[in-house]
């Protein structure tokens, strides 16, 4: 597997981050899935509901929040959809720094708390109709993060908020490997856990995602006090997403 392996500190970076807010890891503030505000819950009411199905992910590590109506949720939509080719690239260098940190300095946090290295990575492919290789894909490839797996999107797959098994398909070997999903949002995390399915069925000892973002609606009565009380703080990549503090 290709990696990122020099060491990497925040003054490194090659755009600015300052604007966007680390994950929160806190018991019943936070999810302890998602990082998403909870009211004295272990989990949000969608990660609970998840909680039936067999096989989903060992860890969730968003690496930052998206805020919406900010520039970290424009980031986020921009670097896809922008009509300018040069504000689609803007946001993409950010989107690419973000994971370039993220992989370089935790990508390990996960491999030490599931008990087994990361081995392979994958992005989770479009499921809509957009045409040619999704920005996430290409920023991924320019990185040298992708390998000897391949997650490919299923004949008759939707992108819907339904995890299923058979959304994606595998090629490469996993079997016996811990296999890293990389995506760029977290809204509900049917893609993310769909895709963790599919690996493990493909035989997958363990599955971990990291994503560069989870979706706040800053108008929701959680997020709204969660954002003006917890959320003040520059952006730090050297706080861990998986402890949201110092690394394991």
Request: aromatic share 4%.
């Amino acid at each position: 597997m290709s990696a990122l392996t020099s060491k990497v500190s925040p003054q490194d970076a090659a755009v600015p981050l300052e604007f966007l807010r680390n994950v929160v890891r806190e018991p019943m503030r936070t999810c302890g899935v998602c990082a998403t505000p909870v009211d004295g819950y272990q989990l949000c009411w969608r990660c609970r509901d998840h909680q039936h199905i067999d096989g989903l992910a060992d860890l969730v590590a968003p690496l930052a929040y998206a805020i919406d109506g900010t520039e970290s949720a424009a980031v986020l939509r921009n670097y896809k959809n922008h009509p300018l080719r040069c504000e689609r690239e803007r946001c993409g260098s950010i989107v690419g720094e973000v994971l370039r940190l993220g992989v370089s300095l935790h990508e390990r946090c996960l491999g030490e708390v599931v008990g087994q290295p990361v081995s392979a990575r994958v992005v989770i492919p479009s499921l809509t109709s957009r045409l040619g290789t999704h920005p996430m894909i290409s920023i991924a490839e320019s990185l040298g993060l992708m390998g000897d797996v391949v997650l490919r999107p299923a004949l008759d797959a939707r992108c819907d908020r339904v995890v299923d098994d058979e959304k994606f398909t595998v090629d490469g070997a996993v079997a016996g490997r811990h296999v890293l999903v990389l995506d760029d949002v977290w809204t509900t995390g049917s893609n993310a856990q769909s895709a963790t399915l599919t690996l493990r069925r493909a035989g997958a000892t363990a599955v971990s995602v990291m994503v560069i973002a989870r979706w706040l609606t800053a108008g929701h009565p959680l997020s709204t006090t969660f954002i003006r009380e917890r959320l003040g703080e520059d952006y730090n990549p050297l706080a861990c997403p998986v402890t949201g503090h110092r690394c394991p």
